[in-house]
């Protein structure tokens, strides 16, 4: 902080880092984006010599910390943790936004990807894709999936599978992820694409059956598991991800510097454990692979949700 009476440096001969940074996190704590945030933030933290606070803000599946992030001055003190929610399915469903994924925010890196896990109850006579797509195409509309609500990952996910195994399945939307598992337990639904860490314990426990995960490579935590895209529906490559993004304006040296950090954070051998245990597959890309990956999911998504019609929750 400058001390009063003291000329202000020009901004552009001033060192960065020379405070604190803020980093918007858009889910509440304790979750799998704000343990990603947590870990990568505080080894930026120490690489840099500077704090870095995470600033959780929740809301409206990413939009309230997005529309928070995008009014920040561009000024290399405040990331915001983008996802396929506010930069990818969110701005594809419509509406009005408060903010513009493209135009308010500069990439910096995506971190890592995640991808989805398919599964079953035990009860549905099914072990593989061509199986479900077979049993699906036998009983149109018979078939229910759960979902964490309308336009969520796994809803998207659900309505890609549909699309491209030109099956028909009942959608049933929840409020939030524990809901929708307790029905899919109880046989109430009998599928769901989820979180892989989320999941994981109840196929393991056998009370659930995993069917195949969503990614463009085998997940290394289960590596025997296909993929859907290589057990028969090419071009079902979806998953979640974790990126950063600063203000519009952020100056291109900051940006640059950051996206080195990150790549590096997310390589390390402690990091990328850690991710790993949690189904993310650590990245690390430069700004403009970022910028394509995002201009990327905008496009898959909305052209999902245009042949789909698929609606948000009101």
């Known amino acids: 902080m400058l001390l009063v009476g003291l000329p202000a440096a020009p901004a552009a001969a001033q060192a960065w880092p020379s405070k604190s940074i803020r980093w918007i996190v858009p889910f509440p704590p304790g979750g799998g984006n704000d343990t990603v945030a947590r870990a990568v ?27 928070l992030a995008a009014r920040a001055p561009g000024d290399g003190y405040t990331l915001f943790l983008a996802g396929v929610a506010s930069h990818g399915i969110n701005p594809a469903l419509g509406g009005r936004l408060p903010y513009d994924p493209v135009r308010d925010f500069t990439p910096v890196s995506l971190l890592a ?4 896990l398919l ?4 009860s549905l006579p099914v072990r593989s894709v061509k199986e479900l797509v077979a049993l699906a195409r036998t009983r149109p ?22 699309s491209l195994g030109q099956v028909r399945m009942e959608h049933v939307p929840y409020k939030g992820f524990a809901p929708a598992l307790t029905d899919l337990l109880g046989g109430r639904v009998e ?7 989320a999941i994981l314990p109840h196929v393991s ?8 995960t969503t990614g463009s490579a085998r997940s290394p935590v289960l590596a025997n598991l296909p993929t859907v895209a290589e057990a028969g529906l090419a071009g079902n490559e979806t998953a979640s991800w974790y990126g950063v993004v600063a203000p519009a304006g952020t100056p291109g040296p900051v940006v640059e510097r950051l996206a080195t950090e990150f790549g590096r954070i997310v390589r390390t051998p402690a990091v990328r454990e850690q991710l790993l245990a949690d189904g993310a597959v650590p990245v690390g890309g430069t700004p403009q692979a ?11 998504w ?5 042949e789909a019609k698929i609606q948000p929750d009101a």
Do not use: C, W
């Open 290 to 300: 970022f910028a394509a990956h995002i201009k990327a999911e905008l496009a898959r």
């Open 41 to 67: 933030g505080q080894r930026l933290a120490e690489s840099i010599s500077q704090p870095v606070v995470i600033d959780n803000r929740p809301g409206a599946g990413g939009t309230i910390g997005a529309d």
């Open 113 to 116: 990807t995640a991808p989805l």
């Open 191 to 197: 599928l769901m694409f989820s979180s892989l860490v």
């Open 119 to 122: 599964v079953v109850h035990p």
């Open 302 to 306: 909305s052209k999902l949700v245009r």
């Open 205 to 212: 426990a056998g009370k659930l059956r995993a069917v195949a």
């Open 141 to 162: 509309g018979a078939l229910n999936y759960a979902s964490n609500g309308r336009g969520s990952s796994s809803h998207m996910a659900a309505e890609l599978f549909a």
